[in-house]
């Protein structure tokens, strides 16, 4: 079992800057690829980055330049920072994590950017 905490979530201005964290605990020895995903009001959820166990990365291409997700494996746990936030970035932003053949999520956080 795994378990997945986010936080950072907020309100900011648009231009602003967030940094969202994701950490994972349970009795999973290892934790794979990670992943945030976001969800606005009346839309599907949908991909923002991905990074695997060795630190490959993926970005969906509405935040490429302006997103970035590492993580740091002793402490299990993934960021995402986001720079230069728009409106349109507003959303709920989950985490994911791969451990032992198996798909956790976290819970969300909420991230509202202004005009």
């Known amino acids: 079992q795994v378990q997945l905490v986010e936080s950072g979530g907020n309100l900011v201005q648009a231009g602003g800057s967030l940094r969202l964290s994701c950490a994972a605990s349970?009795?999973?020895?290892?934790?794979?690829?990670m992943g945030w995903y976001r969800r606005a009001p009346g839309k599907q959820r949908e991909l923002v980055a991905v990074i695997t166990s060795g630190g490959s990365t993926n970005y969906a291409d509405s935040v490429k330049g302006r997103f970035t997700i590492s993580r740091d494996n002793a402490k299990k746990t993934a960021y995402l920072q986001m720079n230069s936030l728009k409106p349109e970035d507003t959303a709920v932003y989950y985490c994911?994590?791969?451990?032992?053949?198996?798909?956790?999520w976290g819970q969300g956080t909420q991230v509202t950017v202004s005009s």
């Open positions: 994911n994590a791969m451990a032992s053949g198996l798909i956790y």
């Open positions: 349970g009795s999973a020895f290892s934790i794979g690829t």
